[in-house]
């Protein structure tokens, strides 16, 4: 097996995210479920823009967050994911790649249909509430996968949004084939509870045949195990994937295998928007996995990244993240078993 030439290859909604402040009666008002991501159509797209407030507008989507993220401390990144040869397509592909992320897919031709965009909206105690019109998103197929690509990359970051689009699963398994042909590893993301319950079974398949490493929170992991337990999810999943990560907010994080589990604690910070957390989690976490370091520390890697993600306004760094994961103290907190 060849050394790889990328750390972390990155495959998911290529995305334009615009980030405004909300109040809770303006949610209320609208239907909106707090700390919810849903998908939303054209209309309302275009309606729920109108009504918001000045808003902040950069690349995103999940798996674009964590590879920008990654390559700011240092990772070798590739992402893959569809957007329109319209303006926001283009703003897209030259926000990422200046973030120091190869960016090699190519645009739908304009009036196909337009770059996706994901209609943020942060309340005052930092939770985020996503409306998400996939665009050309749902073009994403295994047509777009390059095999050569995911099989010069360490490891293949999958984001479960992306599961939306009946396409894209296939792309999914096109992926994570190439990668294990190639002697590599996939990591999955659930994203998101209720896009686990809409794809429960497909995540519980791709989860025990395909995946390698997974990440979740714990409103995810209960809804992938059907469980309100989570000591019983936790079981399932370390039955069923080589490493799960599962992250817990203001109580850290765990890091499980199948002989052992480190408990991380987090970081104390002053929440003021939560939007890209557990995407800059996994980009700490990955980037510190491809140096070879210690689960634990790759937990604190982990940590330290979402904690100055949810520091500030947005999901890209606004610190030196390397600086930090190299400052940084503390460690584990305890071993579980």
């Known amino acids: 097996m060849s050394a790889p ?4 290859l990155g495959i998911g909604n290529a995305i334009v995210d615009v980030l405004a402040r909300a ?8 239907n909106l479920t707090k700390g919810a991501m849903r998908l939303i159509g054209a209309e309302e ?50 926000d990422i790649r200046a973030s120091g992320v190869d960016y090699p897919t190519r645009p739908l031709p304009d009036g196909a249909a337009p770059t996706a965009r994901c209609l943020i909206l942060v309340t005052p105690d930092g939770q985020r509430t ?9 073009h994403f197929s295994a047509a777009d996968v390059d095999e050569a690509v995911v099989a010069a990359a360490a490891i293949t970051y999958l984001e479960g949004y992306l599961f939306d689009p009946p396409a894209a699963q296939a792309a999914f398994y096109a992926a994570s084939r190439a990668a294990h042909r190639a002697g590599r590893r996939v990591a999955l993301t659930l994203s998101d509870p209720f896009c686990v319950q809409r794809h429960r079974q497909a995540f519980r398949r791709f989860v ?17 195990y059907e469980t309100d337990n989570i000591a019983a999810a936790i079981r399932l999943v370390r039955g069923e994937v080589a490493l ?13 295998t199948e002989e052992e589990a ?49 520091s500030h306004f947005g999901a890209r760094p606004q610190a030196d993240l390397k600086a930090l994961v190299g400052a940084g103290a503390g460690g584990v907190s305890g071993l579980l078993g």
């Open 5 to 8: 030439a990328l750390d972390l």
């Open 23 to 30: 109040d809770d009666a303006f949610l209320e008002a609208r």
């Open 45 to 94: 797209a275009e309606r729920l823009y109108a009504e918001m407030g000045p808003g902040v507008e950069s690349s995103g989507g999940s798996a674009a967050n964590t590879c920008a993220v990654a390559a700011s401390l240092g990772a070798r990144v590739g992402f893959l994911g569809k957007v329109a040869d319209d303006q926001l397509g283009r703003v897209f592909a030259h």
């Open 130 to 138: 996503m409306n998400t019109h996939l665009g050309a998103c749902v």
């Open 208 to 224: 025990r045949e395909e995946a390698d490493i997974l990440f979740a929170n714990e409103a995810e992991l209960l809804s992938l």
């Open 244 to 256: 799960a990560v599962l992250t817990r907010s203001e109580r850290g994080s765990i890091v499980l």
């Open 262 to 310: 480190h408990e991380v604690p987090a970081r104390p910070v002053k929440v003021v928007d939560t939007t890209g957390a557990g995407d800059a989690y996994a980009a700490g976490f990955l980037a510190a996995l491809g140096r070879g370091l210690p689960l634990p520390e790759c937990g604190r890697w982990g940590t330290l990244a979402a904690s100055e993600a949810i």
